[in-house]
């Protein structure tokens, strides 16, 4: 987290927190661009590996990491193939309380009944997005996944497990049960500014960084897709002119890969 506190009135001070938040977002995914750049490439190379070999793509995460799995579900410019692993309660914070959420997340045996009950086979890729990567419902997902011979792309912040314990039975994170692992960068509490006249730290970038990052592995899958031949099962906007009929034929074509339309 950048060293943000100084002896600038808060007046002056307030006024550049909003710079002060893009310049760490920038900074961060100027991180990644620069030192995930090989797990890029690989979580790319497998996505279109299982597209070209007729494998199916979903994508999990409880919480707000949900937002960066929905974010490349049914997308305008994104894999019609990607769908999305719901597990009912731990979707978004929608559920009330919101708090249940995080429980449901502590919850062993939550993830096996649902990847049990799931479409996922083997063959198959699921991304699963966990900022801490420490509780158990990501990680017996990622375990109980490979067991069943899908492929694991995992999203995660690599300093949450030097710096917490895990909080499973396994005593392992996410990390450690993944074909690949992208780390967002970001640091344990995801806040990036501090301010003297405010007691806790504020303005998170994990939503931002970790969409962003898995937008590229999406760009790099395309790409080497489109080099071998194959035309991406892209997606348009519905809102210009012959996107719909554009996304009728993708949908069609690839109906049987496809579970957010059941």
């Known amino acids: 987290m950048p060293e943000t506190s100084d002896s600038k009135p808060a007046g002056q001070r307030s006024g550049q927190l909003a710079g002060e938040f893009l310049d760490a977002s920038i900074g961060l995914l100027r991180r990644v661009r620069d030192e995930e750049a090989d797990a890029v490439r690989a979580a790319g190379t497998l996505i279109a590996d299982t597209v070209a070999a007729d494998g199916r793509l979903f994508a999990f995460g409880a919480g707000h990491s ?31 309380p919101a708090t249940l959420g995080s429980a449901l997340e502590r919850v062993d045996g939550l993830a096996t009944a649902v990847l049990d009950t799931s479409p996922l086979r083997a063959g198959d890729v699921l991304v699963i997005i966990s900022l801490s990567g420490r509780n158990a419902l990501p990680v017996e997902m990622a375990l109980h996944a490979r067991a069943l011979g899908v492929k694991v792309i995992g999203v995660t912040s690599v300093a949450y497990a030097t710096e917490t314990t895990p909080r499973n039975t396994s005593g392992t994170f996410l990390k450690d049960h993944c074909d690949v692992v992208l780390d967002s960068k970001i640091a344990p509490g995801d806040a990036e500014l501090t301010l003297d006249t405010i007691p806790a730290p504020f303005a998170p970038a994990s939503t931002v960084v970790t969409s962003a990052l898995l937008q590229s592995v999406m760009a790099t899958a395309a790409g080497i897709l489109a080099e071998r031949g194959i035309e991406p099962p892209l997606l348009r906007s519905g809102n210009v002119d012959g996107g719909h009929d554009w996304n009728a034929r993708i949908l069609k074509q690839y109906g049987d890969r496809i579970f957010y339309e059941r």
């Not at 937002?67 to 914070?93: E, F, S």
């Open 66 to 96: 949900s937002l960066a799995a929905q974010d490349l579900v049914y997308r305008a410019g994104g894999l019609a193939l990607m769908n999305l692993l719901a597990v009912p309660g731990v979707v978004g914070v929608d559920v009330m």
